[in-house]
């Protein structure tokens, strides 16, 4: 096999495995934040859950760069080259030592399936994705467009009320439903609905499930969770600074009412909406009818993330040992 090929697979192979170790280690720290999180302020909590469900891609990407560091720099600065000190059959992870010994069947089989499986997977999200964002599409279209209130009525008795797109997110909301609302009422639900706007929280969602998949299933189900209730009580806060909590909180019940009557809510629209009403009912209007949230501060979690990679930099060469070490045992 060519050589060049040999070695895409050994990197292949390695960030696999940093894929999993990623896993595992969200998987502790998951566990370790999973009680205190739901105190955060929804806008802090949202953050959070958003960067631990990077973890994984994250812890991967790290690695990745820190056993490629002492070939990178060998390219700049020959001297720094160790690759002539091992015996030509070691596995290099290297951009100028291209490895000898082919790589096991086995292990070629296994990244192919693996592959295989992982671009199966993306194509049918993606599948998911674009038919949802061509009933977005449709209902805009077909709806009456209020740019000065910065929303779509769409004309059916179903009660529609969500927040849909990626991009270029918009609100829309049936007719009946706009009509049920009190004036006050119908005001909490466009100061919501705008915010998800701004935020991008269906843009946001959508990367975040993406993500999720390469988290431990029960993880990655928690996490996704998680980040649609945070979405949704940052957007009652926001919504409690044009009205009161105690009419936020009247407008999600009357909303549920009408959206448990029947099948609508974000799901005929995939992973590209968030819909108003349709989360955790119970622990919004909870949270609306307590005190106002303090603000939380990430400052913690960032500085332990911020201190974790610098350590995986400064022990880039034994990394790198280490992992070409395995591979020769894996790979071989």
Request: contains cysteine.
């Amino acid at each position: 096999m060519n050589p060049v090929v040999q070695s895409a697979q050994l990197f292949l192979l390695a960030g696999v495995a940093f894929l999993g170790l990623g896993a595992v280690g969200s998987a502790g720290v998951v566990g370790l934040v999973r009680s205190q999180l739901p105190s955060w302020e929804p806008r802090a909590r949202h953050h959070a859950i958003a960067l631990l469900t990077a973890l994984p891609v994250l812890t991967a990407l790290a690695l990745l760069v820190a056993v490629s560091l002492p070939s990178l720099l060998a390219l700049g600065i020959p001297g720094l080259d160790h690759c002539m000190a091992h015996e030509d059959a070691h596995t290099h992870l290297c951009f100028t030592h291209l490895p000898v010994a082919p790589v096991h069947a086995g292990v070629t089989l296994s990244l192919a399936l693996l592959l295989g499986v992982g671009v199966l997977r993306a194509s049918l999200a993606a599948r998911r994705v674009a038919r949802a964002l061509r009933v977005v599409g449709v209902l805009a279209r077909v709806g009456e467009e209020q740019p000065e209130h910065g929303l779509t009525i769409v004309d059916t008795a179903l009660p529609l009320c969500l927040t849909a797109g990626l991009l270029r997110p918009r609100v829309l909301i049936s007719r009946s439903l706009l009509a049920s609302l009190h004036s006050d009422e119908r005001a909490a639900v466009l100061a919501h609905e705008r915010a998800h706007v701004r935020r991008r929280d269906a843009l946001t969602g959508s990367i975040v499930r993406a993500l999720s998949v390469f988290h431990f299933p029960s993880v990655g189900a928690w996490l996704v969770s998680e980040l649609d209730v945070a979405a949704e009580q940052a957007c009652d806060e926001e919504a409690a600074t044009v009205m009161d909590r105690v009419t936020v909180a009247a407008a999600i019940l009357t909303v549920e009412r009408a959206v448990s009557t029947s099948f609508m809510g974000a799901q005929p629209f995939g992973p590209v909406a968030v819909a108003f009403g349709a989360r955790a009912v119970e622990r919004r209007v909870e949270a609306l009818l307590a005190e106002p949230p303090r603000p939380t501060s990430l400052w913690a979690l960032s500085s332990a993330l911020g201190v974790a990679l610098v350590a995986v930099l400064v022990n880039a060469t034994e990394l790198h040992h280490v992992a070409e070490f395995l591979l020769s045992v894996v790979a071989h």
